[in-house]
């Protein structure tokens, strides 16, 4: 009992710091509600799936930024899809770095890409390892 | 295969059980967006394009492999920025269609830029949502579709008389043989609903 109670107090300590941290917005609470006895892994499908696109993404658009001269409309098209992928799970800090990407890529401005996009990667990065974690004590 | 139709008139607008054909390009969102609707008690059919919608609804010039009656699409709901045919030259084949234009067609976005919206609802689309969907946004369509359809199956009934009757206990047999799953949350089990819409069924004037 007093396991259950600890590990429970670490899932809603570890909830309550993506939220203040602003990683996550209201999205994910949105999709748990969904969840239920008969769908009890819906989110972490969902999520499963959102890893897949945004790698496929994220892929995508390194190449993409390989490429002299730059294509900033089809970078755009790529970062909007993957934009919309973090809003739909709640990804609020990548989502952040999108807007930034895409509103550079309207400018034109290489340097703003590039740099914006290393950044988003990190954030990128970082979600998914509190995600996994979030998981895992789940 | 027909059903005995022993207890008066019945609907598939009675069962409550709105046929949604959502499209969408991304997996994720097809993915919450059939659980958005299967939890407001929806049959979904979920494509990824534009092009496959209109297979789907018979446009493209190839049969369908669904009657017509099986196929009835209660709601078309599309996301607006897709590769290939964008949700909003959907709308336009949809509503350009005399098969298909009475069909609702709400458009989905994460962007809210006002020309867009202006150009989906002229072009007659219901209504314009902002991504990400909400329960509480397809619970309303779904009233106000359900509202809609309930209308024009009186009108049915007064206009059509007998012809109207067999049609709809197909569809009864239909949805009563069909196998999508049934969600087993209390929320929306068919046989409580069943039972409802036999115990007020429409009166035919």
Known sequence: MERNHHLHRQLANLRQSFFDQGYLDEQLIQLEELQDD?????????VTLFYKDSARLIHSIDQALEKNPLDFAKLDSHMHQFQGSNSSIGAKKVKTECTQFREYCRAGNVEGCKRTFQQLKREYALLKTKLEAYFEVA | MEVENMAGDYSLSDAQEL??????????????????LKISCCKVTAVESGRMALQYLGLDGEK?????????????????????????????????????????VVIMSSEKILARIDRCLEEGAKEFLQKPVKLSDVKRLKDFILRGENDNKETEQMKEGSCSRKRKIQDCSLSLTQTHDIPSSPKCSS??????????HPKIA
């Open chain 2, 64 to 104: 369908s492999s669904l009657g017509i009656d099986e196929l009835k699409v209660n709601l078309i709901m599309t996301d607006y920025s897709m590769p290939g045919m964008t949700g909003y030259e959907l709308l336009k084949k949809i509503k350009g269609s005399s098969a298909l234009s009475k069909i609702p």
């Open chain 1, 38 to 46: 008969a769908n009890p892994n819906f989110v972490e499908e969902v």
């Open chain 2, 191 to 200: 046989a409580p609903l069943l039972q409802q819409s036999l115990l007020k």
């Open chain 2, 19 to 36: 046929h949604v054909l959502a499209v969408d390009d991304s997996h994720v969102d097809r993915k919450v967006i059939e659980r958005l």
